[in-house]
């Protein structure tokens, strides 16, 4: 009978026991969880930010190429190409080409986070840069191959933007 008394301890202490050895598990497991969300979510979070620094960047970019070719477009319909007009339309574009040029380089600096897709934004925004470039030097402005290089910049920062959220 001893035994069996015994065996009815052990098998009285397992009961008590197993309760709270699934409780500290499943408290164990349920910090950890919270763990892996809370890390994820500052990932997430650090990803969205340079994301939309990007969107917003791209967005600049576009902007200041469109007032840009504007202005160049405005330059041969100025009747003195010395006169007052012409030096502040040029002082204008001098500045909105220095601003291209700082927004092109922001943009590298964030496509270090889309590996695949990201070297080919910077060329499409390159080739932007380089098509108003020539223009000014020219005095001749392709309207429609500046506007289509901004559109196939445009598709590819779109990519871009998708992989840095990963989406």
Not at 47 to 61: I, S, Y
Not at 109 to 135: H, I, M
Request: aromatic share 8%; proline share 2%; hydrophobic share 40%.
């Amino acid at each position: 009978m001893t035994g069996n008394s015994w065996l009815s301890d052990i098998a009285t202490i397992l009961s008590i026991l197993t309760p709270l050895l699934v409780i500290g598990f499943g408290v164990y497991f349920h910090r950890r969880l919270e763990g892996i969300r809370a890390e994820a979510s500052r990932q997430s979070d650090f990803r969205t930010k340079w994301a939309e620094q990007f969107f917003n960047c791209c967005q600049d970019f576009l902007r200041a190429n469109e007032r840009n070719l504007a202005l160049i477009c405005r330059f041969p319909g100025l009747p003195d190409k010395n006169g007052s007009s012409a030096i502040e339309l040029t002082k204008e574009v001098e500045q909105l080409h220095i601003q291209i040029t700082e927004l092109s380089v922001r943009i590298r600096r964030c496509l270090v986070f889309a590996p695949k897709t990201g070297q080919v934004a910077v060329v499409a925004a390159k080739e932007c840069l380089d098509l108003v470039s020539n223009s000014l030097k020219a005095k001749h402005v392709n309207v429609d191959e500046i506007i289509e290089s901004m559109n196939r910049f445009n598709k590819l920062s779109r990519d871009s933007h998708a992989e840095m959220l990963g989406i």
